[in-house]
């Protein structure tokens, strides 16, 4: 299968997760919501240009955006984990890595130490910008604060079984023409 069809599944499938599975689950508590649609972004091949990573990043939030008629308040979280995304991999990842072995970030291509950062720091990213702008004030710092950290612990959970139940093959990068 191609990359750009293996994407445009993964787009469909993150999508229709979060709306009909995920958003349909009552709150467990005023402070979680599972989320993991973003896992999508996360997982985009390494060799996406900056300016396609951010564009695919905001169209992925809109449409997310679409169907929970709020606009905005998944495509920024969503712009700014794909603004951060390149620069997290090139801090966890030797250069050489990235250059010659694998297509895309999974645990086989990084190795659990490095991609359990990558996973973690980006979704604790996307869980501060995401609660900030729902929130959009700070009357209780530990409400906000609690809120992160529970929703964050449930989705790095989430994004730890769907890496278990959907086992991705690593792709090797070739230079074959």
Not at 29 to 35: M, Q, R
Not at 64 to 69: A, K, L
Not at 105 to 121: D, E, Q, R, T
Request: charged share 10%; with cysteine; hydrophobic share 55%.
């Amino acid at each position: 299968m191609s990359t750009l069809l293996k994407n445009i599944l993964r787009f469909i499938f993150f999508i229709f997760v979060q709306v009909f599975v995920l958003d349909k689950v009552p709150f467990i508590h005023e402070y979680i919501k599972p989320v993991l649609y973003f896992l999508f972004i996360l997982w985009l091949p390494f060799n996406i240009s900056r300016a396609g990573l951010l564009i695919l990043a905001f169209l992925f939030g809109l449409c997310y955006d679409y169907f929970g008629g709020v606009p905005g308040m998944h495509s920024i979280p969503c712009l700014f984990i794909a603004y951060l995304r390149p620069f997290l991999l090139n801090l966890v990842l030797p250069q050489e890595k990235t250059e010659v072995s694998y297509i895309e970030p999974s645990v086989k291509s990084m190795s659990i130490g490095p991609y359990s950062i990558y996973i973690i720091i980006l979704t604790l990213a996307y869980h501060i910008l995401y609660t900030f702008i729902e929130w959009m004030q700070f009357g209780s710092f530990l409400f906000f604060i609690g809120k992160v950290i529970a929703s964050s612990l449930l989705s790095l959970l989430l994004i730890f079984i769907t890496e278990l139940l959907f086992f991705r093959k690593a792709n090797y990068k070739t230079n074959a023409a």
